[in-house]
């Protein structure tokens, strides 16, 4: 991480404005009745996981969750102290490391929590875990009507179970079995009783059932409207070349924009290797908020938008805004027919990225 004056003369970078993440993550809090967990995975949705994760530890949370060891190798390389939950299952072959890096995995196979357990004792560490319990998912976690068995199994082994959980499946699309899954962990909790840290709910889950302990991603983001919640992120880029176009002319691969005459036209150099998916970004933000349609195809490292007139090569260009409008990133999804965590995750790490707390810039990753 540099110091921030000189990714604000980059000519493509991302703003994450650690104020509006602040203003969710108040609301997701006051949502939950218990604990609310921040998923950092995949570079926390493609906004960074490092800086976010300093930020909300700073604001009070108790654990960050991640999907692989190497992405909590990276918070532990970055200063992260508190405490990192691996979700997914654990592999035999990655106990060691997750041990080393005192990271907490997640189990959902006796061949995992044996590996955990004999790793610790070689290296005389203390082998902790969260035990994953599959109450309709089939993906990963214990059945959930053999997770006691499975709990009595782990622990004969040595291993310390802190937490118990369980993922839902159709949350925001089919409210009932979600209650499905939530009687069998109720089941499951009852079988195993106090004792154990329990979580439940994801995003959608959360905003539309309520939740105790919640374990939440894509509404941290801001990236589900109608709750109040605010996107975090914005794309930005200035323009590389701008020029008027004669009647005729025709633009980019294929040629596929075709001149009347007249036309201001700039090239912005971010293309799909950035993240913008093909065929599914139409708009940028000029100056002024203006509107400008993407014209032709979108290439690798560049994209061509029409602009209402000339303008200086300093000029930002929002590419994709904080909001549900037409340059959203949910507005790309929508457009690409797929889900808004898709097109986040896909934000590429050559973009340099900003971290602003109102004017302040707190962090730079380039
Ligand atoms: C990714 C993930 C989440 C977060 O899901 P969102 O829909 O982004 O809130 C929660 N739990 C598990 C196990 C996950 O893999």
């Not at 530890?57 to 991640?66: I, L, N, P, Q």
């Not at 990276?74 to 490391?97: D, I, K, M, Q």
């Not at 036209?265 to 933000?285: E, I, M, N, Q, S």
């Not at 990133?329 to 990225?353: D, F, K, N, Q």
Request: glycine residues 12%; neutral net charge.
């Amino acid at each position: 991480m540099g110091h921030a004056a000189a990714n604000l003369e980059a000519r493509a970078w991302i703003e994450v404005d650690l104020g509006a993440l602040e203003a969710n993550w108040l609301f997701l809090q006051a949502q939950a009745k218990g604990e609310v967990i921040p998923v950092l995975k995949a570079e926390a949705y493609g906004h960074g996981a490092l800086p976010l994760a300093r930020f909300l530890f700073s604001r009070g949370a108790r654990r960050v969750a991640v999907a692989t060891v190497g992405e909590g190798r990276a918070l532990r390389r970055g200063g992260v102290e508190g405490e990192v939950l691996l979700l997914g299952s654990l592999h035999p072959l990655e106990a060691e490391e997750a041990l080393r890096w005192d990271l907490v995995p997640s189990l959902s196979t006796l061949e995992g929590a044996r590996a955990l357990a004999e790793r610790a004792r070689a290296l005389g560490l203390t082998p902790r875990a969260h035990l994953k319990v599959d109450t309709g998912m089939n993906r990963v976690g214990f059945p959930w009507e053999e997770a006691r068995e499975a709990l009595r199994a782990v622990e004969a082994m040595g291993v310390r179970v802190e937490g118990v959980y369980t993922h839902l499946a159709t949350a925001g699309e089919e409210a009932a079995f979600v209650e499905v899954q939530r009687g069998r962990f109720q089941r499951v909790r009852e079988a195993l009783g106090e004792g154990y840290f329990y979580h439940l709910e994801n995003s959608h889950g959360l905003l539309l059932h309520g939740g105790e302990n919640v374990r939440v991603g894509l509404a941290l983001y801001g990236l589900i409207p109608g709750f109040g919640l605010k996107p975090i992120l914005r794309l930005l880029a200035r323009p590389t070349l701008v020029k008027r176009l004669k009647a005729g002319d025709r633009v980019g691969y294929g040629g596929e924009y075709l001149a009347q005459g007249g036309e201001w036209l700039l090239t912005l150099p971010v293309g799909y290797a950035d993240g913008l998916p093909r065929g599914a970004v139409r708009f940028v933000k000029g100056p002024g908020g203006r509107l400008c349609p993407v014209a032709g195809r979108i290439s690798m490292d560049q994209t061509t938008v029409l602009a209402p007139g000339p303008v200086p090569l300093e000029a930002v260009f929002e590419v994709a805004s904080p909001d549900f409008g037409p340059t959203g990133l949910l507005a790309w999804a929508e457009a690409r027919g797929t889900i808004p965590y898709e097109v986040a995750v896909h934000l590429s790490r050559r973009l340099p990225r900003v971290y602003r707390y109102g004017e302040e810039v707190r962090d730079v990753l380039d």
